[in-house]
């Protein structure tokens, strides 16, 4: 995990308990953090990636009869995730800030460095 | 830290939901104008069924445009599912009286699309849609002036025998 931290092309956007997105400005891409493991992810991917997350029901998982546990396909990992409540919680955390963050850096750079 | 967002010219979520849905449409279109080709061929209207035998190779364009658009543009462009088009029409105008109204419903979609652009300041997709918003005047045209045509002559045989004469030589000439 330090290892990625101390490059300095590589930027956290957004952290949450066990996970967190960072920027890489020299490849252009980003990575997930996820407990202990690390995914990169192109722009369009993340924001797909963010869209199955956010759409993930969660008063549909409370409800009983129905198991707690969400499953997500990540391509880019060439394996499947299978998410607890909590976890979809996070992560769900995670995404939102993470694009409030990239946005807010959108708007510094049209209004701010590009001027 | 990179604008990487800006620097993909990344599109709005809801620009690129809103031209995954025309995607859809055009491709409805494509498969409901398939149908109609299939039910003025059986029945020997040879040209009316060349007719619409075009226009779903028009609208499959008008797919792909859009399709590749959002592909340019580094989002998800979606291969759509496809309703089963209706295949029974009672007469050749009925057919002609149904595309009117499918152009009419994709111009309303078109429309909305502009006006989701407007309202997240994309002025590029804005300025794609034109193409579509000329195109859909054209289309409408077409459809009225077919239907005006059965007006004229009626729907007998020998009124048909006509229309099927003249059905392919209709078109826009705007300016
Ligand atoms: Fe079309």
Redesign the pocket.
Same mark, same amino acid.
């Given at each position: 995990m330090t290892e990625i931290e101390i490059e300095p092309e590589v930027s956290n956007i957004f952290s949450t308990n066990n996970t967190a997105l960072y920027q890489c400005d020299r490849s252009e891409s980003f990575i997930l953090k996820f407990f202990e493991e690390h995914i990169s992810f192109k722009i369009g991917e993340l924001q797909a990636i963010r869209k199955k997350i956010r759409n993930i029901d969660l008063a549909q998982l409370f409800k009983s009869g129905t198991p707690d546990i969400e499953i997500l396909n990540v391509p880019q990992c060439d394996r499947i995730f299978v998410l607890s409540i909590l976890e979809i919680l996070e992560l769900k955390e995670l995404f939102s800030g993470a694009f409030v963050m990239l946005e807010l850096n959108s708007v510094i750079h049209r209004e701010i460095l590009r001027k | 830290m990179k604008d990487i967002l800006r620097r993909h010219q990344i599109l709005r979520e809801e620009i690129v939901n809103i031209l995954n849905k025309q995607v859809q449409?055009?491709a409805q279109?494509a498969a409901n104008y398939l149908a109609m080709a299939a039910w003025c061929d059986v029945r020997g209207y040879d040209n009316s069924a060349e007719f619409y035998f075009k226009q779903s190779d028009?609208?499959r364009k008008? +797919?792909l445009k859009l399709f590749h658009y959002l592909a340019d543009m580094e989002c998800d462009a979606i291969s759509p599912a496809i309703e089963e088009p209706q295949h029974e029409f009672t007469t050749l105008r009925s057919v002609f009286e149904r595309a009117l109204e499918m152009?009419i419903a994709?111009t309303d979609a078109?429309h909305n699309v502009v006006r989701e652009c407007r309202k997240h300041g994309d002025i590029a997709t804005e300025e794609f849609m034109r193409w579509?918003v000329q #195109? +859909?005047i054209e #289309?409408e045209y077409v459809a009225r002036r077919c239907l005006e045509l059965f007006d004229v002559l009626g729907e007998d045989k020998i009124a048909l025998g006509m229309f099927e004469e003249r059905v392919l030589g209709i078109e826009y000439e705007g300016d």
């Open positions: - | 449409i055009e279109s028009e609208e008008h +797919q152009e994709v078109i579509y #195109e +859909q #289309e």
